[in-house]
């Protein structure tokens, strides 16, 4: 009940939502997982920066203390400026601790038909610390932030009479890795009646419990964040599902059909 989000006078939620579709026993993706909870943004969806990464930290630092838990962080939130200190602590996190490392999905943002217009990729942190093919980012000379391996980073699709297509207002380029549904999917609000949920905020978790199922299921042999994802991208997605490029894309829909 602590989740605040408005919209148009009502309280309709954001984090409750995520959290449903990731793991709630009806319309979740992993009804076997658990939840951590962190509010990080307030009832207006802003969220501070000094909030997020003290949500992130509390997140890693519960993960040192149970690493039998495996866990996942979603990043429903982000902005088209990157924070170097929020790369440093989700670095890490996918990239120090071995098979204990913490899975990271990030949104892809949901500002893309409205700024498609200005030329080159138009990023979004810290979906855009993530990516397979080759992004770099350099704030200034001699100095970089290369990809980080074990970040996924999600885009939406939705339903349009009856064919899926990647949603118009989804973040596009080459740090997109896959794509799930983000328009009107069912969770519940903080008060536990149903709604419809729209934006990459959504298909995100999504992500996240199809990622914490590839955890149980590999539990017996645990794979670091980086082999996950490799292992996850090249088995779990269906390039060929959308007519879509492969900024807006990825490397597909999201396909948990095959498996784990």
Excluded at 143 to 150: A, D, I, Q, Y
Excluded at 174 to 186: H, I, K, N, Q, S
Excluded at 234 to 250: H, K, V
Aim: hydrophobic share 40%; charged share 20%.
């Amino acid at each position: 009940m602590q989740d605040e989000y408005t919209q148009g006078g009502e309280v309709v939620g954001h984090g409750t939502a995520a959290a449903v579709l990731a793991a709630h026993a009806t319309y979740g993706i992993a009804p076997g997982a658990g939840v951590l909870p962190i509010k990080s943004c307030d009832k207006d969806g802003k969220c501070r920066l000094e909030a997020v990464i003290r949500g992130i930290c509390h997140a890693v630092a519960y993960a040192e203390k149970n690493p039998q838990e495996r866990l996942v962080l979603n990043l429903s939130l982000g902005s088209d400026t990157p924070s170097e200190i929020v790369y440093i602590i989700l670095k890490d996190a996918l990239m120090k601790r071995g098979v204990n490392g913490v899975s990271v999905v990030a949104a892809a943002g949901n500002d893309w038909a409205i700024r498609s217009s200005k030329r080159g990729v138009l990023h979004h942190f810290p979906a855009s610390f993530g990516g397979n093919r080759g992004l770099s980012l350099r704030r200034e000379a001699g100095r970089s932030m290369t990809v980080l391996k074990g970040l996924f980073s999600a885009g939406a699709v939705g339903d349009y009479s009856g064919t899926l297509r990647v949603s118009g207002f989804s973040g596009q380029g080459d740090f997109v890795d896959l794509v799930a549904p983000g328009e009107r999917v069912l969770s519940l609000r903080p008060a536990g009646s149903l709604g419809e949920y729209t934006g990459t905020s959504f298909a995100a978790p999504v992500v996240s419990g199809a990622v914490a199922v590839i955890r149980q299921a590999t539990g017996l042999v645990p794979l670091t964040p980086e082999a996950l994802e490799l292992t996850f991208l090249a088995n779990y997605t269906d390039p060929d599902a959308l007519g879509e490029s492969e900024e807006a894309r990825g490397r597909g829909l999201l396909d948990m059909t095959r498996g784990p």
